[in-house]
Nanobody, 124 residues
């Protein structure tokens, strides 16, 4: 499975961005997907996840601010980010679990495949 993240960029505080992650090489509809982020000097942290059946999971820090969704026809998962803050600045990574895997969405070691990351910079 190959994952290609895109949509990052520079945005002012309060602005919005939508990240996309296009998957290829597998049956996308069977994969749970997740978004993680890694800020400079910090560990990679969970942002949001969506199961193959559409259940969603969010880090407390982004609940009500970010929305994860998926389009199985386009083999793509999205992360809509609103009301962005400087502390949201990070490299954002998408990840995929193995097919129909129902373990935790919150830990990076539960994911089998990773994209290359896309940089989001929020200026104050």
């Amino acid at each position: 499975v190959q994952l290609q993240a895109s949509g990052g960029g520079l945005v002012q505080a309060g602005g919005s961005l939508r990240l996309s992650c296009a998957a290829s090489g597998g049956t996308f509809s069977t994969y749970g997907m997740g978004w993680f982020r890694e800020a400079p000097g910090k560990e990679r942290e969970f942002v949001a996840g969506i199961s193959w059946s559409g259940s969603t999971y969010y880090a407390d820090s982004v609940k009500g601010q970010f929305t994860i969704s998926r389009d199985n026809a386009k083999n793509t998962v999205y992360l809509q980010m609103n009301s962005l803050k400087p502390e949201d600045t990070a490299v954002y990574y998408c990840a995929a679990k193995t097919p129909y895997y129902s373990g935790s969405y919150y830990s990076p070691n539960q994911y089998a495949y990773w994209g290359q990351g896309t940089l989001v910079t929020v200026s104050s």
